[in-house]
């Protein structure tokens, strides 16, 4: 079992989500960033779909009530158990009654906490992930208690570690590919939008990141239709919404873009102010 | 059946939007329904999302040929094959348009010049059809709005629109299935449950089911919502 001493700005339980429910209008939701969660999970052996404790700009501390193996992956904001610091992407042995705290933000945003057998929590239409109206908890609160699954002596690992570059959270290349609505922009307009750097606004969260750049442009709204994490709309204020993992099915917005699975990773790391260039594959 | 012109085009690298004229009709609906039928009965599909001209395909693979893909599916479109029609049900949902809920009838009827009671009538003497849940979990997009009560939406959204709201917002028409935020006109609320996730089936309605709304009193809308509290309630079939 895992305690939540203090559970920072955003900490939800995420595994890859739920699909197959679009046309109850659920969305998929998961984890944010999910090459930072299969590294965590195959370090320790996991399946590469077991759930994790994503954490957003550190801030949270969590207490372990037994000995554990956990992984640190993603974002790095100086992890500490027990005032010792420790690394990052490497399988960490924690000793009952420890205490896992963060400090300094060294880079990225989103870090992921996995835990060696997995954690043992609700599932609602096949997936662990929290979504607020389909998981009974949206957030981790202080106070919570997240079981973790048993394992036996055996499955202990070895402690390996990876070596991650930091590029991968420093990088502003976002690669993408044309979205369906991309050819009815004017060729001044579909050059623009690859050759400009846009901001990150402060409206950034798990359902979507906006930017603060204005692009004007005519497109008229299109028959609602589906949409995808990585789809990136453009409104007629001219404003670009990259809709991110919790995102509706369904949008009215010209679809200009659609980010790869790599580049919605990338874009997971980052923040308000952070810089980013579209960049067609 | 089967005719219609078609667009496929790649969505990203491991999705495929299948698109139909751009307009809202019963027979492009209809057709939508069968092909997706067809396909979900040929492929291993990761999700499949309706539009109101639309489907998409999400593949739970990064999609190498999709050239391939398409024609597979071209193929798929014009082969004739016998589909099992899903049934259609009729629902009658009970909304009550007291103005303690209808919080924008009064001003609606200044605007179009019709009175409350006629707009409570034709929200009601109409039968609408399911196109498609999106938005929120069991929300439903409903086409056949009364050209005479079709409203703009709200220049500025609401933060809090509670669950149950009956409202209009331009051409549709719909009852938002949790609190949200919205910028529909809200005319009513209807006591009964739109999203249910620990139900086998957490949405009652899929697309191409038909909807009524039918009036009740501020009592028996108390009523009904206990009854849907304690799981008692039975939702009318036509």
Known sequence: MITVLNSGIYSSIQDLGRSGFAHIGVPVSGVMDSYATKIGNQLLHNSLEEAVIEITFGGCKFLFEKGLQICLTGANFTPTIDGEKVSMNSVLDVKKGSVLSFGKKIFGVRTYLSILGGISSEVVLNSKSFYKGITTSFVLKKGDQIKINSTTSENKKTLSKIKIEEHNFTAKCINCCKGPEFELLSKTEQELLIETQFTISNDNNRVGYRLKEVFKNQLKPILTSGVLPGTVQLTPSGELIILMRDCQVTGGYPRVLQLTEEAINILAQKTTKDKIQFELK | ?238
């Open chain 2, 1 to 238: 059946m089967s005719n219609f012109q078609l667009s496929y085009k790649t969505y990203g690298d491991s999705a495929i939007l299948i698109e139909w004229s751009s307009e809202i009709s019963e027979i492009i609906l209809n057709d939508i329904l069968n092909f997706k039928s067809k396909i979900e009965k040929e492929l291993e599909l990761k999700d499949c999302i309706v539009g109101y001209n639309s489907i998409l395909l999400v593949y739970d693979f990064v999609l190498i040929n999709s050239i391939e893909k398409i024609a597979f599916l071209k193929e798929l479109y014009q082969h004739k094959s016998f589909i099992e029609k899903k049934k259609i049900a009729h629902w009658e949902i009970p909304v009550c348009y007291d103005k303690q809920f209808g919080i924008d009838l009064d001003e609606i009827s200044k605007t179009i010049k019709i009175s409350t009671q006629e707009i409570i009538q034709l929200h009601t003497e109409t039968i609408y059809t399911v196109y498609f849940i999106g938005f929120l979990p069991g929300f439903l997009y409903l086409g056949g709005l009364n050209e005479q009560i079709i409203i703009p939406r709200k220049a500025t959204p609401r933060l809090h629109v509670p669950k149950g709201a009956v409202a209009i917002g331009g051409n549709q028409t719909g009852v938002y299935p949790n609190q949200s935020s919205g910028g529909w006109n809200i005319i009513g609320n209807s006591p009964i449950s739109f999203f249910e996730v620990q139900n086998q089936h957490p949405c009652f309605a899929k697309a191409g089911d038909k909807i009524t709304f039918k009036s009740v009193s501020f009592e028996e809308f108390n009523y009904i919502k206990n009854q849907v509290k304690g799981k008692n309630y039975q939702l009318q079939k036509i």
